[in-house]
């Protein structure tokens, strides 16, 4: 049974006062992370929005002991202090239960600059958590392309809109054969919670990555925050999954969709609630433009179906 809102614990992790947009989703998120973490841990972060939210010494936004490391380096950064502090208590300088290591990453960070160090931590099966917020872009630097932005999306490096889709990042990652991958959104934060108190169980690598619809890059209000989080969700653009040791379960709703109980919407719903989308559909082509993203969604949940048969 997924935990609810209302029994998430009161503790706080993310205080009051951070730098954040209002309606933040990687915010929100990490504030959901922290509940499910508590303040037994160490927190790595890479150039991005929640960097630029923390604030400045001596009072940061996040209640636990940070290190702002080099874009590149999430992967091996956070190697080296997991084995450092096995080392430590190996040696007796350190006791009790060790903290939990983690990086707090964006998908710029995560898809495509700290590539190269998140693979070789994963082959390596390190003790860390990283979690990916993904918002589909380099939003820090005003909004740029990653591997994470989906094909028609207008970012500045885009500007007719990007014409390759979005790559498989959670897959990629459960490919390392790493003991525990997750997706989630913040639309679902009992989902999301579960999920994370599962990882920080787990020892070896953990890779949580979770959709952060960012009002700024793409385009709406930024009070429907949530509402656009289940949107992707319910239109099979985001699909909510989990593998532990290797094996894919699907979580609501996205397992309706998978298993045929309940039809994904039609994108065209998701996407025209989005200013990112609006060059693509003033074209005389938006139709055409339209059904690939569809193509895209429709063929990523047929290939996640069939993957998902695969245990061994
Ligand atoms: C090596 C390097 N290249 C570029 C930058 C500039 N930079 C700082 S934050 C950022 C965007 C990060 O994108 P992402 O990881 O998706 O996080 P987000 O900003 O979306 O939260 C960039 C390009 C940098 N700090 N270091
Ligand atoms: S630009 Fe987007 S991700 Fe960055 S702080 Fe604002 S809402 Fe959050
Ligand atoms: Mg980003």
């Known amino acids: 049974m ?29 504030r959901i992370v922290g509940k499910a973490l508590g303040p037994n841990a160490i927190m ?33 950064s956070a190697s080296g202090i997991t084995h450092a502090l096995e080392i430590m208590k190996e040696k007796g300088r350190l006791e009790g239960e060790l903290p939990t290591v983690f990086s707090w990453v964006g998908d710029g960070g995560t898809y495509d600059i700290g590539f190269q160090a998140l693979s070789a931590a994963a082959e ?42 979005k790559k498989n990042m959670a897959l990629l990652m459960l490919e390392h054969n790493i ?7 913040v639309a679902y934060p009992g989902d999301l919670y579960d999920k994370v108190v599962k990882a920080k169980n787990i020892p070896g690598m953990k890779y949580i990555e979770i959709l952060a619809p960012c009002y700024l890059g793409w385009q709406f209000d930024m009070s ?13 653009a985001w699909l ?6 290797g094996k894919i379960t699907f979580n609501n709703p996205t397992s309706l969709i998978i298993n045929g109980k309940k039809a994904a919407e039609p994108v065209d719903e998701y996407v025209k609630k989005q200013g990112r989308f609006n060059r693509l ?26 993957r998902a048969k695969i245990t061994i």
């Open 2 to 30: 997924t935990t609810s809102i209302k029994q998430l614990p009161d503790t706080e992790q993310v205080l009051s006062g951070n730098g954040a947009c209002g309606g933040c989703p990687a915010t929100m998120a990490l």
């Open 240 to 245: 909510l999954w989990e593998a532990e040791n």
């Open 124 to 165: 390596r099966n390190d003790n860390i958590i990283h979690f990916c917020y993904n918002n589909e872009a380099y939003s820090n630097t005003g909004v740029q392309r990653s591997g994470a932005t989906p094909r028609g999306s207008f970012t500045t490096t885009t500007p007719t809109g990007k014409r390759q889709p």
């Open 179 to 185: 003991p525990y991958v997750a997706t989630a959104t």
């Open 44 to 76: 790595l972060l890479t150039p991005s929005c929640s960097v630029a939210s923390m604030g400045m010494t001596p009072k940061l936004g996040y209640n636990w002991p940070g290190i702002n490391i080099t874009f590149a380096t999430a992967g091996s």
């Open 224 to 236: 429907d925050t949530v509402q656009m989080s289940r949107a992707a969700v319910r239109s099979g």
């Open 281 to 306: 559909l003033k074209g005389a082509d938006s139709a055409e433009r339209i059904a690939e993203i569809q193509g895209d969604i429709d063929r990523e949940i047929a290939f996640m179906r069939e």
